[in-house]
């Protein structure tokens, strides 16, 4: 395993300090955004399953989930795959308790640890998902994961990336811009923008294969292949 990666201070304010509490009611509040942006009750299910399809997971492969929270999203993927491997990597020990409460399909395997040094060998999984977490990051962070998640996927294995995104409309990125204030990753959610989501996947070495948005274009959902 390749020596520990930097931590720049403000990242680490953010999934230490921030997680510590924020796990609590991270399940309930992703709860309420699916609803708001998802076509209310049942709307985490089917935003989930949607992402599922996009990562179409086939009988016995191996697929990892990077950033895995709360392990809501992994615990779907081993349901879905029935057989093979889904891993699970997650920074922050509060989220990961919370993951490891739940229901563990076979399977199914959580590592705590950074995404930047990801413990396992090039080439290991045939699939991949990052949902939700690049925005956390300062630009040379991202970077590294995203290059980590490089590595560790096969040739033509593909990987799922769901992201914040900029919508067109005036009046949406107004609002959507509003509601990030209040979240102590803004500083990152803005350079993540500003850099383009799609140029940091395509400089780690994939090929996009398609994008489009979800959740009233507050998220974008890119596939693209290594
Ligand atoms: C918004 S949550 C999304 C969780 C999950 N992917 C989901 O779909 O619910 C982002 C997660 O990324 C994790 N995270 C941030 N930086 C990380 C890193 N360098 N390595 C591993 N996990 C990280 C955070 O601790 C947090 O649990």
């Known amino acids: 395993m390749k020596g520990k990666r930097e931590m720049p201070d403000y990242y680490r ?15 309930p509040f992703v709860k309420v955004f699916c609803f708001l942006f998802n076509g209310g009750f ?21 697929i990892i989930d990077v950033c895995s929270g709360t392990g809501t999203l992994s615990i779907m993927l081993a349901k879905r795959l029935g057989g093979g491997e889904v891993v699970g990597i997650e920074i922050s020990p509060a989220q990961l308790k ?3 409460k739940k229901e563990k399909p076979d ?3 959580f590592i705590e640890g950074d995404a ?8 290991y999984f045939d699939r991949g998902v990052i949902c939700g977490a ?5 630009q040379e962070v991202r970077g590294n994961v995203l290059s980590e998640a490089y590595r560790i996927i096969r040739p033509g294995g593909k990987i799922v990336i769901i992201e914040h995104n900029k919508p067109k409309r005036k009046w949406k990125a107004g609002l959507f811009d509003f509601l990030e204030r209040f979240n102590p990753e803004y500083p990152t959610y803005k350079n993540m923008l500003k850099c383009g989501l799609i140029n940091e996947i395509e400089r780690a070495g994939f090929r996009i294969v398609k994008t489009n948005t979800t959740s009233w274009e507050y998220l974008q959902i890119v596939l693209a292949e290594r």
């Not at 049942?42 to 191996?62: M, T, V």
């Not at 690049?134 to 300062?138: D, F, R, T, V």
Request: charged fraction near 30%; include cysteine.
């Open 107 to 109: 399977g199914l395997f």
């Open 116 to 123: 930047q040094d990801i413990p396992l060998e090039d080439c």
């Open 42 to 62: 049942g709307g985490e299910r089917r935003w989930r399953e949607s992402i599922i399809e996009w990562i179409n997971p086939q009988p016995g492969e191996k």
């Open 98 to 100: 919370i993951a490891r």
């Open 134 to 138: 690049l925005h956390e990051m300062p």
């Open 13 to 27: 304010e953010v999934y230490e300090k921030w997680y510590s509490w924020f796990s609590y009611i991270c399940d």
